[in-house]
Structures are given as C-alpha cells and as structure tokens.
C-alpha cells in the first residue's frame, strides 16, 4: 500500500540558510500533520493542514512555513536555520481530521544544521 | 487538555517472555488512544488504536493493548517478545480539538534479550 513521502531524507545545511522538506501524503487523504523530533525525544507537533488550509498550529517556529497545495501534497520551509533545528521531521496524513482516523507517518526526513 | 505518560524510559524482557509497555492517559471526554513504534533511524509505524468496544485491542506483529477507564491505562503487551520487537515505543492520544493531532507520550526503549 502507498504509504507517505517525504523528501529529501538527508540534507545537510549551515546556519543562517535555508531548507525545504516536501511530503506527498498517501492518496485520498486530504490531511496533513508536520512533527519534529529531537534526538531522544518525542515528536512534537508543529503544524497542520485539511484540505489546503492550516488547521492548527503548534510548536512552530516563526522562521517556519508550511503550505498544503491543490494535489494536497505539503512543503515546510525553514529559514535562518539554527544549531537546534538539527532533528528529524516527520510528515504524516489522516482521511479527514476525525478523532477516530489513524494517522500515517513518513519515514522522516532528517536536518543537519552545521 | 490531553496527555499521555508512559512512565518507563526503558523495558527489559527476555525473549519469550510477556512484555508490557505502560501508558496512562489524562483527557478530556473520550479517549482516543493509539500505539506506534519507532526502528531506529525510520519512521513511526502503527500498532493498534483504541476508539470504542471491546477493552482488549488487537493490533500488528502479535501486539494487544489493553485499555482501563478506571485506571486510565492503555498498556501495550505481547505474550511472547521477540529480539526484533526491540525499539522504542510511543503511546498518543488524540487531542480532542481542531484535526485531532496526536499528543505523544516520552516514550518507551524496549530491549529484548536473546
């Protein structure tokens, strides 16, 4: 079964620049959730999406962006990226924002910030 | 507002024998509970999930849960654990508002012993 994409899995970029992740949720799901989590920690929630609006917001950075486009796949954009960005970022996508619907993760994609 | 705790960092089990993974949850309303494990360096893989019914939840790879509303528990468990069960593993509720992200608990490192 198709399970959700995100790219790239690795990069590597130096403070103060710039860096975005993409995510392709699996078909027919209409929403989309970005985590980030720290060496050793749990994920924690930074924004999401339904149906190409944001749909709530958490721990996000100002310097972070994040958009849902109209074939409902997302992009986080990360600026003057910091020392402390450095983590793992999971997108994950949902059939709907229901309480019941399980939620499906990306294998990640992970940020280096040297 | 919803929380999990899962209050071991780390299990130590031998192989073959039970394992339980401990979680108790704190909502407002009802509880929508979920279990997902984590391979090092991959993404976040879903076990099982309560919603309603039957307290004892049947999920991947042999995994049950079993959920406690006077104890406010979801602990995960296995008859018999394998060396391949070693990772770590989350419990999530389901916040009770807006696309229902999942709220993660610390999480739990299960080792499993040869």
């Known amino acids: 079964a198709a399970g959700v994409i995100q790219s790239p899995r690795h990069l590597i970029k130096e403070k103060r620049e710039t860096a975005t992740l993409k995510c392709y949720p699996i078909p027919r799901h209409d929403t989309v959730y970005w985590y980030q989590q720290g060496p050793g920690q749990d994920p924690q929630f930074l924004i999401s999406f339904y149906e190409k609006m944001q749909s709530d917001k958490g721990s996000i950075p100002d310097r972070f962006s994040a958009q849902q486009f109209s074939d409902y796949h997302s992009e986080l954009n990360m600026s003057s990226l910091e020392l402390g960005d450095s983590a793992l970022y999971f997108c994950a996508s949902s059939s709907g924002p229901s309480s019941g619907n399980t939620i499906y993760f990306g294998e990640g994609s992970w940020l280096t910030v040297v | 507002a919803q929380s999990v705790a899962q209050p071991e960092d780390q299990v130590n089990v031998a192989e073959g024998n039970p394992l339980t993974v401990k979680c108790t949850y704190s909502?407002?309303?009802?509880?929508?509970l979920f279990w997902y494990v984590q391979y090092p360096n991959r993404g976040l893989q879903f076990l099982l999930k309560?919603?309603?019914?039957?307290?004892l939840v049947k999920g991947s790879y042999g995994f049950e849960a079993e959920f406690n509303k006077s104890q406010t528990s979801f602990h995960l468990k296995k008859p018999s654990a394998l060396v391949s069960d070693s990772a770590l593993y989350f419990c999530a509720v389901r916040d009770g508002s807006g696309t229902y992200k999942y709220i993660f608990g610390t999480g739990t490192r299960l080792k499993v012993l040869a």
């Open positions: 909502v407002s309303g009802n509880p929508y």
């Open positions: 309560y919603i309603t019914g039957d307290n």
